[in-house]
């Protein structure tokens, strides 16, 4: 696994720090969306020495390089995900945890044309509303 990361963080030419690979492979094996805040708590506890201006610095970077996507559904916070394939996300406005949805889109395929000429590559929907976790 450690070896597969240093690869992957190679190919996108990120140097393959201790610290950035401990970052990766924890949204990695933990699939759910986290902020920056829930990210650095739950790194801290096996990482006492790791910043919080570190993680932020290292989430950049990824998003830069485009090896996870930034989601802002909240307004106010960005969420990371490493799967980086375009799919829909279900935000809960009570607790703020987003889910993946897999739903196929109206809008079809993403190679479509729209009719004012934009080329979709895309699509990325979102929704927002109360989780199953809090809706009892
Ligand atoms: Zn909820
Ligand atoms: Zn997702």
Known sequence: MRKNTKN????????????????????????????????YAMIHEEIPTISKTTIYNTLNLFLEKNIVLGLTLSGTEMNYDINITPHHHFYCTNCGVVHDVFISCPLGNDKLKITDGHLIQEVHGYFKGICKNCIN
Do not use: A, C, S
Not at 8 to 23: A, E, M
């Open 8 to 39: 992957l963080l190679l190919q996108n030419g990120i140097k393959p720090t201790f610290q950035r690979i401990v970052i990766y492979e924890f949204l990695d094996q933990n699939r759910i969306h986290p902020n920056v805040d829930k990210i």
